[in-house]
């Protein structure tokens, strides 16, 4: 991308809100990012919809932040309450029909490389544990299975917080929902084991109380698929509307998961592990 490209025409840059002329003005384009920038640019308008206190918002504002080169990264979504703060940031960004992300990213990747190819367009899928777990699990698996050189991350909050509150193959056995009273029968799909054994080459399981590992797993994810295989970073990212705790509450419910079912965990095969060490000699 260039930065005529991100720079609206004059007739329409007038008419955009103040919200939008910030994004293009103090966007994340063109300048190495990290942790400690975050408030000082504009990744994400500030009447984004998400609920106070929301895990999802804030997994996507560390990812969003942690893109390798933001002006050359294409975000493919799908519906969920990740889909409103993604709407509205300051990325390429793509939304699909429910469950079938993983399938137009490798479509896109491929366009991409043969309009690109003496360039890297980094494809990152950004989508919910319900997107992926369930209703979209047979075209990430067979993404995967085919090798395809593509980012996958789940911002799991263990339910469909979007619609209302049901039960998601990600939600913890016993939890019960607005949707779903009587609780779950059996446990969560452990898609980070599966990720492992169905073709990718980089997965990380991290959750949004350890921000500097989730910003560096999001880094590799996308650096590794450019050249190596598909990748897979599963995020926690606590519903306090759906799973009913008080929403300043986010980072400490995140942290004693992190002491339980969620500690980190890195998978990284060989040859992704040397082409990160190239990459960053
Ligand atoms: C084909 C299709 N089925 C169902 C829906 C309704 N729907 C929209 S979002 C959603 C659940 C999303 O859950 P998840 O992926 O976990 O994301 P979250 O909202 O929790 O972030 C559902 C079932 C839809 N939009 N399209
Ligand atoms: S329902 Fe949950 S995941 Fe969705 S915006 Fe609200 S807090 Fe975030
Ligand atoms: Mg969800």
Known sequence: MSEKIITPVKEFAELLPQEYKDLVNEGPFFERR???????????????????????????R???AAL??????????????????????????????FGNQNAVASGLKRMLKIRFPDQHKDVVVMVGDGAIADIGLDLTLHSWFRREKIATIMLDNEVYGNTGGQESGMSKQGQA??????????????????AKISGCVYAVRVTVASPQKLMR?????????????PTYVQIYTPCPTNLKFPS????????????DYYAYEEFVTQEAA?????YES
């Open 177 to 194: 929902f607005n949707m779903a009273p009587t609780g779950k029968k059996f446990p969560k799909v452990p898609i980070y084991d599966i």
């Open 217 to 229: 797993a999001i880094r590799n994810s996308i650096l590794i698929a450019r050249e190596v295989g």
């Open 62 to 64: 560390l990812s969003l």
């Open 274 to 278: 040397d082409y990160l060490k190239d």
């Open 68 to 97: 390798p080169t933001p002006e050359d990264t294409l975000v493919i979504g799908t519906p969920g309450c990740s889909f409103f703060g993604l709407a509205q940031a300051a990325v390429h960004y793509s939304n699909t029909a």
């Open 34 to 60: 990290n942790k400690k920038d975050l408030g000082t640019f504009k990744e994400l308008i500030d009447e984004h919809p998400h609920c106070a206190g929301c895990g999802v918002a804030l997994g996507v």
């Open 248 to 259: 300043d509450q986010t980072i400490k419910v995140a942290k004693e998961a992190e002491k």
